[in-house]
Nanobody
């Protein structure tokens, strides 16, 4: 059974940086595409970033391009999301997701397993 556990979310100020982690178990990690999504209060969940099995290909949502970086460590079964220059509009619950077909986004339906989420709050 696939399990994804996010961590690292907390309250920060505008302009701060934060790194989220997602530890995966129950899957052959290096064969899965991984992604990050987020959902703000009252809004639909949206694609943030995705990374291919080897880490050689990445994809980003328009609102985070140039500020966020996704990476993975296949030896540690972990995917990361480095978030820089945070803005209040980045406030959301951030979810890690895995795609056994190797997709890296942006369609949510391509991701089979999801974590419980970690809260990121950015104050102005």
């Amino acid at each position: 059974q696939v399990q994804l556990v996010e961590s690292g979310g907390r309250l920060v100020q505008t302009g701060d940086s934060l790194r989220l982690s997602c530890a995966a178990s129950g899957l052959t990690f290096y064969t899965w595409g991984m992604g990050w999504f987020r959902q703000a209060p009252g809004k639909e969940r949206e694609f943030v970033a995705g990374i291919s099995r080897s880490g050689s290909n990445t994809a980003y949502g328009d609102s985070v391009k140039g500020r966020f970086t996704i990476s993975r460590d296949n030896a540690k079964n972990t995917v990361y999301l480095q978030m820089n220059s945070l803005k209040p509009e980045d406030t959301a619950v951030y979810y890690c997701a895995s795609s056994d077909a190797g997709f890296i986004g942006p369609r949510q339906s391509d991701f089979r397993s999801w974590g419980q989420g970690t809260q990121v709050t950015v104050t102005s």
